[in-house]
């Protein structure tokens, strides 16, 4: 019943700018989190970016500085604007929502940085 749907992944040369979004509709009463991860082949998925619902972020070490994660409540969306890419942000990016005590995952997107 609940759907999230990613949209913004694609190819960019190292240095550039991408800015992912993720909107999640169907039986929401209440979203406590949002946040991004990203995988590779071989190797766990990682927290990118966090948001809660009282507007506090977290941010891995590795992209601090250069992503910026935010919200529309009214659109139960979340973005991630990735700026200063380089070609180690290379990954599936997947969305994740904590709602109705549950978590909803993305299907992901892929994000591919070319030097």
């Known amino acids: 019943q609940v759907q999230l749907v990613e949209s913004g992944g694609g190819l960019v040369q190292a240095g550039g700018s991408l800015r992912l979004s993720c909107a999640a509709s169907?039986?929401?009463?209440?979203?406590?989190?949002m946040g991004w991860f990203r995988q590779v082949p071989g190797k766990q998925r990682e927290l990118v970016a966090g948001?809660?619902?009282?507007?506090?972020?977290n941010y891995s070490d590795s992209v601090k500085g250069r992503f910026t994660i935010s919200r529309d409540n009214a659109k139960n969306t979340v973005y991630l604007q990735m700026n200063s890419l380089k070609a180690e942000d290379t990954a599936v990016y997947y969305c994740?929502?904590?709602?109705?005590?549950?978590?909803?995952w993305g299907q992901g997107t892929q994000v591919t940085v070319s030097s």
């Open positions: 169907g039986s929401i009463f209440s979203i406590n989190a």
């Open positions: 994740r929502i904590i709602a109705n005590a549950k978590f909803y």
């Open positions: 948001i809660t619902s009282g507007g506090m972020t």
